[in-house]
């Protein structure tokens, strides 16, 4: 496999992808597929994409990232609301309440290693979605993190998608 070279030109930084996964593991990577079927289904497909995007700007997945920011363009996010959506805390006038409670669940999710997920912000998210609702965000958000895992160990390399080709 070929490295990917850095702005000055050479490849000694750079990664090279370690295996690809759907072709070693067809049943894992099929069940993951299905896995992320079924997590969005009833979501709103803006709020998916800000989850996405969020869960792996925290978990350092570039090919997810250049991924999720692709098909949320696609399906007519705005670049403001991408570009702010790592200090989408202080950006609070650039994303609904809903939205809000959906990115600070993905967060506490995320970043486990943080404590348990606060009953606050578990509370925040229940208060704006139905329980069935919130199920599915929080598979949502297990399953990108999943997600998330296999990019950074398999070192999936970002760049190369286009929005509407299968995977998550």
């Known amino acids: 496999m070929s490295t990917q070279q850095n702005t000055t030109g050479d490849t000694a930084g750079a990664h090279r992808p370690r295996l690809n996964l759907a072709e070693l593991a067809p049943d894992v990577y099929k069940a993951m597929v299905g896995l992320d079927v079924a997590a969005r289904k009833g979501l709103d497909p803006v709020l998916v994409h800000l989850v996405k995007v969020r869960a792996s700007q925290i978990n350092h997945c570039a090919f997810c990232i250049d991924m999720h920011t692709k098909d949320a363009r696609h399906h007519g996010e705005s670049d403001v609301r991408l570009h702010l959506l790592t200090a989408w805390e202080e950006a609070a006038g650039h994303f609904t309440e809903k939205e809000r409670a959906a990115l600070a669940l993905t967060e506490a999710v995320t970043v486990l290693t943080d404590g348990f ?52």
Do not use: K
């Not at 997920?117 to 990108?144: K, N």
């Not at 999936?156 to 299968?166: F, S």
């Open 117 to 168: 997920v606060p009953d606050e912000v578990y509370e925040r998210a229940a208060a704006h979605f139905e329980e069935t609702e919130l199920a599915r965000l929080i598979s949502l958000i297990l399953t990108i993190n999943a997600w998330n895992r296999i990019g950074v160990t398999c070192r999936l390399v970002p760049g190369a998608y286009q929005p509407g080709q299968a995977a998550s």
